[in-house]
């Protein structure tokens, strides 16, 4: 099978280096940076760099890149993909990718199918790049109602092969619900978490509960920024539930309720044992 992956980033670069390091298959790229490409070039992640000549040989088109460049690029090329070939997007929002590309891929006669990797690193670029990345991860896949079965099959095979040890199935409704939750809540967390008047002044003081809350509160500015407010609805049903709940912490202590705040900390860690099975 031959493979183009357009962007050639962390997420991109990884994925190029683990389907050419461990599957048959040919991998093509291209990157907006040239250095990108020739890196990946030189490091044997890509067998030549893809130009939009090479989409019709593709058999399987993978688009990495923010939600909005996804669409508009899939879009301007969707007469130049293969008759039948699939093409995905890695993007970390699925309702706006998918509801702009389902009639765009009947029209042009390809198999368009959402997926979301669940790994990832806080650093960018093809030089973080690494085959391992998805080792013991979950892919997520959002095929319309009316995929077949046996393109969704294909791409299940092809990332059990690369290291994914789960892949769900979802509809972009629900992962995008939970996704709010699962990650971008984490990272809207955690960078407001850090802007403490004492941040600066903490060190000597941390261990690991402080190391395990703020690790993603480094993030790529402009990709979150994107990714928050094409799932606004989603994302601030969950701002909300958390403020709720800390206010709920903060008149507990305020009113130096200890028997609520025992409550309050006793139904979380109830919880959490819960959700950890």
Known sequence: MKVGIIGLGLMGGSLAKAISFGTEHT????????????????????????????????????????????????????????????????????????????EVAKENDFVFIGAHPMAGLHLSGFEHSTAKIFNNSSMILTPYEDTAWGHINTIKELFLKIGFTNIQM???????KIIAFTSQLAHVVSNAYVKSPNALIHKGFSAGSYKDLTRVAYLNENMWSELFLENRDNLINEIDSIVNNLVQYKEAIENNDRERLSELLRDGKLLKEQIDG
């Not at 979802?170 to 995008?176: A, G, I």
């Open 170 to 176: 979802s509809t972009p409704e629900e992962h995008d």
């Open 27 to 102: 991998v093509w790229g291209t990157n907006r940076s040239p250095e990108a490409v020739q890196k990946a070039l030189f490091v044997g992640a890509i067998e030549k760099e893809l130009t939009k000549e090479d989409l019709k040989e593709c058999d399987l088109v993978i688009v990495s890149l923010y939600p909005e460049a996804t669409v508009d690029y899939i879009r301007e090329n969707a007469k130049l993909f293969k008759k039948g070939a699939i093409v995905m997007d890695i993007s970390g929002v699925k309702r706006y990718v998918c509801d702009a590309l389902y």
